[in-house]
């Protein structure tokens, strides 16, 4: 078990470009979900997949955010026309039916936008 | 959700126990409470929660007042190690049967464990 992985760690994008961040969770969690986290702030909720269905989706994921889990194994989230506001850090955690609320997170991917 | 207040920073001896305070006066009858804690450059890690009762595992100890609108994490003897952001969620019930309800995570209590 190498726990939940993301790539990449760290990316640096010019205002307006596109980037994708993929997420690995646990292998036997079929619970998986995105936060996203600024500077002194706590984790803010994005959104929430059980298997392959988006269950939950926050207010803060606008319509330049999409996120998807295809197979209902890794997920990818991606943010179109990136804005400078769009830099913090996203994270994603994964759970087992077997115990919802506990989340495991990964060390997140870091996004700076010039 | 049920909101938490928790005081901005703590500071603690090494080796001497950690309690971490949380208020929680609105959570209702159902809802559990969750303590995460986050070190600095790494994702959250989830170390205890409970409902009514009293909790302990090989982290911490959750003592939960009789009334529920409070709580408190003991760290038995704290090290360096365990300077980091402590959060106290309530977490909800799901909205449906067999899915799984968000963690909503607030500013949280920097603990700051000195020599």
């Known amino acids: 078990d190498t726990g939940v992985s993301q790539d990449p760690r760290h990316k640096i994008t010019k205002r307006g470009q596109n980037v994708t961040f993929r997420c690995d969770p646990i292998s036997e969690h079929n619970r998986l979900y995105w936060y996203r986290q600024t500077l002194g702030q706590g984790p803010e909720f994005l959104t929430y997949f059980q298997n392959e269905a988006q269950l939950e989706k926050s207010r803060l994921l606008s319509d330049r955010f999409s996120a998807e889990r295809p197979k209902g194994s890794f997920s990818t989230l991606e943010i179109q026309r990136t804005e400078q506001g769009d830099s913090a850090m996203y994270l994603c955690?994964?759970?087992?039916?077997?115990?919802?609320?506990?989340?495991?997170f990964g060390e997140g991917s870091r996004l700076t936008v010039l | 959700d049920a909101k938490t207040t928790q005081p901005p920073s703590m500071d603690c001896a090494e080796g001497r126990a950690a309690n971490l305070p949380c208020n929680h006066s609105t959570i209702s009858g159902n809802e559990y409470v969750y303590w995460y804690r986050q070190i600095h450059s790494q994702g959250p890690q989830y170390i205890i929660h409970?409902?009514?009762n009293n909790e302990t595992n090989e982290m911490a100890s959750l003592i939960i007042t009789e009334d529920r609108k409070s709580s408190t994490l003991i760290l038995p003897h704290a090290t360096l190690r365990d300077t980091a952001v402590y959060y106290c969620i309530v977490r909800p019930p799901p909205l449906n049967t067999g899915t799984a309800s968000k963690l909503t995570f607030g500013t949280g209590t920097r603990l700051q464990v000195t020599l």
């Open positions: 409970g409902l009514k």
């Open positions: 955690a994964s759970s087992s039916p077997l115990a919802p609320g506990e989340l495991f």
